[in-house]
């Protein structure tokens, strides 16, 4: 593949990342008796897929532009910047994530002519399962900062020796 088109193919990836990131977003919460349009679980499933495919694509650019030949893209230190980086989109949605579950009471001015109407929600990922995946997201990126630093501790570079601040 030429570099331009896997260039296409990464802000495409990036694109169909947010669209899954804000329907998970916008359909894991629904009234108890809303019909389910979306299965976020698959949604999340989704969206882990296409995060590790931006993964490999930006390491293989990166390589390319680095005069690097890639065979296996997770092999390449570029690989772990960015799934680190990509991750932590992940997390902040998830973080921010709706898991309102269960009856919501009436707000104090009620629901159209002062009817105080109680409504039920379901939230398909509930705020136990948010914790556990972000708890697991997190140690995978503390793991690969720590890979990272430990590399970037034995690494030398050039041709910056005689800049200083």
């Known amino acids: 593949m030429k570099l331009s088109k896997a260039l296409k193919l990464k802000n495409r990836l990036a694109g169909e990342i947010a669209r899954l990131k804000q329907l998970v977003q916008s359909k894991n919460v629904s009234l108890a008796d809303a019909e389910k349009e ?3 679980q698959e949604l999340m499933t989704q969206l882990r897929n296409r995060v590790d495919q931006l993964v490999a694509v930006k390491t293989v650019i ?3 532009n680095a005069g690097v030949s890639v065979v296996k893209p997770e092999d390449l230190p570029y690989y772990k910047i960015f799934r680190v980086a990509e991750i932590k989109g992940l997390l902040e949605m998830l973080k921010s994530l709706n898991t309102m579950h269960g009856v919501a009471a009436p707000n104090e001015y009620g629901v159209g002519m002062g009817a105080a109407v109680q409504h039920t929600y379901i939230a398909q990922l509930r705020a136990r399962e948010v914790d556990i995946l972000v708890t697991k997201l997190q140690k995978l990126i503390d793991d690969d ?6 590399l970037n501790a034995t690494k030398d570079v050039k041709g910056i020796d005689d800049i200083s601040v």
């Not at 900062?145 to 430990?150: F, H, N, P, R, V």
């Open 38 to 40: 979306y299965d976020v």
């Open 145 to 150: 900062q720590e890979s990272l630093d430990a």
């Open 62 to 64: 990166a390589a390319a």
